[in-house]
């Protein structure tokens, strides 16, 4: 499937070219926009062709909620027969109202009756793109697009995609270092979005599911938004870098004096996530920042700890976490990579990849094109 994106111009979407991840929280789009425009080919495109393209890759921001991640963005891309750019665009899903209305004030119907789209919102907003903008959404199964993304962006990224962290445990020295990606196989993938899904991937076109958790990314929001009175992830995220949630968890030290040295449990180790809060005073002493980093931690340890029995009873040493969970979060990457070395003993690797939550965007993208090439080889 794969092979058949980039080759010879022959049939090809009409633009612009973009597709989507319609999540429980965010709502990632994926937007190519070619390059290799002809004079003639721009003498005879539509206005609202060139006023759609101009709109997406002349802002970074759209409203108050849309974000063009620029820092993204993958030039010098081969799709469909053509070159271009990719652009990475995101908002939160509890604004689809707004984006639909911008969809019609653009009026993108006249360019096209389909959008192909993956995630749970697929199903969730398909009446109200048929019934307010005349558009169908294509929908597209969200695992398939997340393994196609990312095999895609890894091996197209003219920057390192892979990564992980060289002693996660100690702050002062710890560093960021690019992983060779190019023959991963097999490795396990830990997509944390509002929950949490673990594929065990054998080749680019073999996967299966192996677990998953429903305490998520949305978990962490909901939870600090009732504990602490925040409004985004990147308000919880940056109370959670002001806190300490020793304050708020009990350690093995808490209870042990010390270290369990018989079963190698540091004294620092989390024995009882929020612990702490069964008392009066502690309760009253803990501030907001230690509610939202132990709100992190907790839910953080949580997937760590499933996603290393996971890779344990499937025999695989290669781990990697993504999903916009991630996004602007070190101390989750951090601690994951900790906890994956240290209860391993070093024969757990924890990865990362630098598009975090665009994958199934961006799978969803190739499947577009590829489509498209289907239905006009057919007629």
Known sequence: MMAS??????????????AMDIGGTLTKLVYFEP?????????????TVKTIRHYLISNKAYGTTGIRDSHLEMSCQHLG?????????????????????????KNFPSLASVICATGGGAYKFEDDF???????????????????????????????????????????????????????????VVNIGSGVSILAVSSPDNYR????????????????????????????????SQGDSHNVDKLVKDIYGGDYERFNLKGDLVASSFGHMMCKDRQAKA??????????????????????????????????FVGNFLRVNTISMKLLAYAME??????????????????????????????????????
């Not at 192996?210 to 925040?230: A, E, I, N, Q, R």
């Not at 630098?354 to 090439?373: C, K, P, T, V």
Request: glycine share 8%.
């Open 5 to 18: 994106v980039g080759q010879a111009r022959l049939h090809t979407p009409p633009s612009p070219w973009f």
């Open 35 to 47: 390059t290799d425009i002809s004079e003639e080919e721009e003498a005879r495109e539509l206005e």
């Open 81 to 105: 027969g053509r070159e271009g750019t990719i652009h990475f665009i995101r908002f939160p899903t509890s604004e689809m109202k707004a984006f639909v209305e911008l969809a019609k004030a």
């Open 130 to 188: 048929k019934t307010e903008v005349n558009l169908t959404l294509h929908k597209l199964d969200e695992l398939d697009c997340l393994i196609q993304g990312i095999h895609y962006i890894d091996r197209n990224n003219s920057e390192s995609e892979c990564y992980y962290w060289k002693d996660p445990g100690h702050a002062e020295i710890c560093e960021k270092i690019p992983f060779d990606f190019r023959d991963p196989y097999p490795y396990l």
């Open 209 to 240: 599911r192996v677990s998953g958790t429903s305490l998520g990314g949305g978990s962490f929001l909901g939870l600090c938004g009732l504990l602490t009175g925040c409004e985004s992830f990147e308000e919880a995220i940056e109370l959670a």
């Open 287 to 320: 501030s907001k920042f230690d509610l939202a980093k132990a709100t992190l931690v907790t839910i953080t340890n949580n997937i760590g700890s499933i996603a290393r029995m996971c890779a344990v009873n499937e025999g695989i040493e290669r781990v990697v």
């Open 342 to 379: 240290y209860w391993s003993k070093g024969s757990l690797k924890a990865l990362f990849l630098e598009h975090e939550g665009y994958f199934g965007a961006m799978g969803s993208l190739l499947q577009l094109i590829i489509n498209r090439d289907e239905d006009k080889a057919r007629t």
